[in-house]
């Protein structure tokens, strides 16, 4: 037993000195993976993360009998999801499909049917974020409680290094994410022409996002048409009639808030107010409102053309947070103007009484 608990130890404290400071997720959840493939009487082993938003499981780490697989994102459910629920460890000695079936979970995801196996979870301030799991295919019984406990440790040592790696991640984006805002109002400031701040603000949002078309329209109140002063994609700029508002640019007007679509429906002209505007059907995409005096005066538009799921809520906040600044500058632009328009006619008023007085 001491021997066993001085392995265990070595065990652990290599695995923490393997991702101490490491700060790609993925490489974190590839060596521990592949140190718990060595350790472990199993043949798969599995690390999934859960989204909660979506409630779906996804998989950065699956291998089985050394091959690395891929599994598509699946619903919270049987095995997987008792463990998210309770907190608490699962471990199946035998009957894994009858077991499998009393609880909803599917046999296998991918590879052979297990015959036992364990499940612990990865538990970040008091709530479950994914599993790990082991599975032997070839014995039932492969896996004891003290098996069971190494793993609880290995996990809480995984989830530490994940959520050290998200919060210096999310310290990095919010910095990136300043830098763009102030770098997108340093690019604006003292801007006044109009066609020169939307071209300015559209090329800095294709440079950053994951977005292969970037739209800015406003929305003429007199006249009830939308203007798109600025689209391009794939690095071409695209040109399009003014129409009246429609689909999901009338919805955001009318509403004032934004709307993220993860998985845009295929060739649904409805949603784009009866036919796409111009370029390739989008897969997802990201709409913002352009807000001035609280009304809605615009929209700004992000697709992805090649792949769903593109954009996330932070995208979104800081899309917002650039229209809000785009909005700024416009608005600005426009009141210096009507400023010099206005200055201009009573320039103009001054010298014709001057030359019939």
Do not use: C
Request: hydrophobic residues 40%; negative net charge; without cysteine.
């Amino acid at each position: 037993e001491t021997r066993q608990r001085n392995a265990e130890l070595a065990l652990i404290n290599s695995v923490q000195d393997a991702i101490a400071g490491e700060l790609d997720q993925q490489a974190i959840y590839d060596t521990v993976g592949d140190r718990i493939q060595e350790i472990f009487d199993a043949q798969t082993v599995t690390i999934s993360t859960r989204d909660v938003a979506k409630d779906v499981l996804y998989f950065p780490y699956v291998i089985e009998r050394g091959e690395r697989l891929e599994v598509d994102p699946t619903p919270v459910r049987g095995f997987s999801g008792q463990v998210l629920d309770t907190r608490k460890a699962l471990r199946i000695n035998e009957k894994w499909a009858e077991e499998a079936e009393r609880v909803g979970s599917p046999v296998v995801l991918a590879g052979e049917a297990p015959k036992s196996g364990v499940f612990v979870p990865l538990v970040v301030g008091g709530k479950a974020t994914g599993v790990v799991s082991l599975q032997n295919v070839d014995r039932e019984h492969a896996f004891s409680e003290s098996d069971q406990q190494l793993l609880e440790t290995l996990a809480g040592s995984l989830s530490v290094a994940l959520e050290n790696a998200r919060l210096v991640h999310e310290t990095r984006q919010r910095n990136a994410e300043l830098a763009l805002i102030n770098s997108i109002q340093d690019a604006l400031a003292g801007e006044l022409e109009l066609q020169a701040i939307y071209d300015a603000v559209g090329d800095r949002l294709r440079d950053v996002f994951d977005a292969q078309a970037v739209f800015i329209s406003t929305f003429d109140e007199a006249t009830g048409l939308m203007h798109f002063p600025y689209i391009i994609e794939r690095g071409e700029r695209l040109q399009a009639e003014s129409a009246p508002p429609g689909g999901i640019s009338k919805h955001v007007l009318e509403t004032g808030e934004s709307l993220l679509m993860a998985d845009v429906p295929p060739q649904d002209d409805a949603l784009y107010g009866g036919s796409l505007l111009a370029g390739e059907w989008p897969k997802s995409s990201l709409f913002v409102p352009l807000v001035t005096g609280g009304k809605a005066t615009g929209v700004i538009s992000l697709q992805n053309v090649d792949r769903a799921n593109a954009f996330g809520e932070s995208d979104q906040q800081l899309l917002e947070t650039l229209a809000g600044s785009l909005s700024v500058a416009l608005q600005n632009a426009r009141l210096v103007h009507e400023t010099r328009q206005r200055n201009a006619e009573l320039a103009l008023i001054n010298s014709v009484q001057d030359a019939i007085a």
